[in-house]
T-cell receptor, first 115, second 114 residues
């Protein structure tokens, strides 16, 4: 079975603090893809990152960084020096490679950045 | 370079009425997906097209739901005899054909059934 678990339902931090959003996934496939999307109050899902299962290299993009660890089936997302504009719901998602085309989403983590 | 667009953005209807939503994908994308998102949940897959062919349908897609992509460009999602449980955000996404490609989402259509 394919599954994505985001255990943190809601997080609040004060602006400029660092925050990590956790994501744990389940799949029996050897080829798969992991994603993070941001959903601001407007409702549109904004793509942040895509990772394939063969690339465990961590990635940094500005204040965002991602830690992919196959050994623990985790794909965590860290925002450094958070800003109020980072307030949104963040979704981790899984796509099976070569077999399926539907993305399986976690339930999301609602992030509040307090000024 | 335009992204995925959806119309209308909001729809309020009475139970029992039919509604139709439209999605225009990114122009060079062959694949088009429909998802449904209810409050506090992540999006759930409904169906997808490759060009004009509908390749997969979720069990969530009851007989009252039908989707089309007649010319392989825009798509419509129709819900017949709406029920209050159909109230949700309906999201459309598109991607190139290759496996594992990123799906880019539109702004969604928020449906409220009274």
């Amino acid at each position: 079975a394919q599954k994505v678990t985001q255990a943190q339902t809601e997080i609040s931090v004060v602006e400029k603090e660092d925050v990590t959003l956790d994501c744990v996934y389940e799949t029996r496939d050897t080829t798969y893809y992991l994603f993070w999307y941001k959903q601001p109050p407007s409702g549109e899902l904004v793509f942040l990152i895509r990772r394939n299962s063969f690339d465990e290299q961590n990635e940094i993009s500005g204040r965002y960084s991602w830690n992919f660890q196959k050994s623990t089936s985790s794909f965590n997302f860290t925002i450094t020096a958070s800003q109020v504009v980072d307030s949104a719901v963040y979704f981790c998602a899984l796509l099976r490679g070569n077999r399926d085309d539907k993305i399986i989403f976690g339930k999301g983590t609602r992030l509040h950045i307090l000024p | 370079d335009t992204g995925v667009s959806q119309n209308p953005r909001h729809k309020i209807t009475k139970r029992g009425q039919n509604v139709t939503f439209r999605c225009d994908p990114i122009s060079e994308h062959n694949r088009l997906y429909w998802y449904r998102q209810t409050l506090g949940q992540g999006p759930e897959f409904l169906t997808y097209f490759q060009n004009e062919a509908q390749l997969e349908k979720s069990r969530l897609l009851s007989d009252r739901f039908s989707a089309e992509r007649p010319k392989g460009s825009f798509s419509t999602l129709e819900i017949q005899r709406t029920e209050q449980g159909d109230s949700a955000m309906y999201l459309c996404a598109s991607s190139p054909v290759r496996a594992g490609e990123t799906q880019y989402f539109g702004p969604g259509t928020r449906l409220l059934v009274l």
